[in-house]
């Protein structure tokens, strides 16, 4: 690996990933976009458009670690009643909508004559197969939706980029702002020790494993 790109480097856990890249590769050979310093709106595609747009590629990795657990201010709902149009639509265009069209403008940046890798972090709650307690309705449906997503572009990338493997990552529940307030009982790890699980995750595949869901020990996810 010599380049990588961090999607969302402002979050605890984007911020992690790309100081162990930094780590690993050097300084200059990682690049990081977020909402609070460059502006990156990932649910705006003109502004997805003007980020990568400004990037000269090939990068090895590509990391999109954006996300949000509330959806237009509204907590998970414990209940269908609880469910909202405005969470729902919010859900959606950051969980979802937003990680597609990273995805769809990064492309052109992904290496065809090596292996590449494309990995977003998705959530074990958007697993259909493994869910048994019901609720958090708005956040699992946008992950399964991502999961879609992103299993139907590993397709197409196989078919113009043979060595790329695209994937969907849970990277467990980690301690930040983000999962702070829904941890509960869940343990959890700092940033910088997910990091160095997802990596260690990322640097096992290979394009066989493309279209896949696995969680921060490397085991498949159920979709």
Known sequence: MERALVIGESGGIGAALAAALRARLGQGAVVGLS??????????EASVVRALGALEGPFDLVVVATGALEGAGHPPEKALKEVTPEALAAQFAVNAMGPLLVLKHAARLIPRDRRAVVAVLSARVGSIGDNGLGGWYAYRMAKAALNQGLHTAAIELGRSHRHC???????GTVATPFTAAYAGRHKTVPPEVAAENLLGVIDGLGPEESGRFFDWAGQAVPW
């Not at 909402?35 to 705006?44: A, E, N, P, S």
């Open 165 to 171: 493997v695209c994937v969907a990552l849970h990277p």
């Open 35 to 44: 909402r609070r310093r460059d502006g990156l709106d990932v649910t705006d």
